[in-house]
């Protein structure tokens, strides 16, 4: 079974940043793809930016430019910056790892960390 522990999330002002932590349990190699989500209240769980096993990076329009999506290899630990932190950020945000199997792709979340952006 995959664990995802997720850290770094918080309370921070507009403008600011935070930079979240995504370490699993096995090798990201593993996984075709990991990525960070968000869910803001009264909302669904949305993509926000995704890295795949070659390395290609997928941002959601509303973070580029903003956020970066990068991976430690040797710690398995995939990270999130956030920069230029807007009120529209402040979400719970989720880790996800997608794990090829036979004839399937399972999916493995972390516990989620609060993103709060706010004066």
């Known amino acids: 079974q995959v664990q995802l522990v997720e850290s770094g999330g918080g309370l921070v002002q507009p403008g600011g940043s935070l930079r979240l932590s995504c370490a699993a349990s096995?090798?990201?190699?593993?996984?075709?793809?990991m990525g960070w989500y968000r869910q803001g209240p009264g909302k669904q769980r949305d993509l926000v930016a995704q890295?795949?096993?070659?390395?290609?990076?997928y941002y959601t329009d509303s973070v580029k430019g903003r956020f970066t999506i990068s991976r430690d290899n040797v710690k398995n630990t995939v990270y999130l910056q956030m920069n230029s932190l807007k009120p529209e950020d402040t979400a719970v945000y989720y880790c996800?790892?997608?794990?090829?199997?036979?004839?399937?792709?399972?999916?493995?979340w972390g516990q989620g960390t609060q993103v709060t952006v706010s004066s």
């Open positions: 996800n790892s997608k794990k090829p199997e036979v004839a399937r792709m399972d999916d493995y």
């Open positions: 890295i795949s096993i070659g390395g290609d990076t």
């Open positions: 096995e090798s990201i190699f593993n996984f075709y793809a």
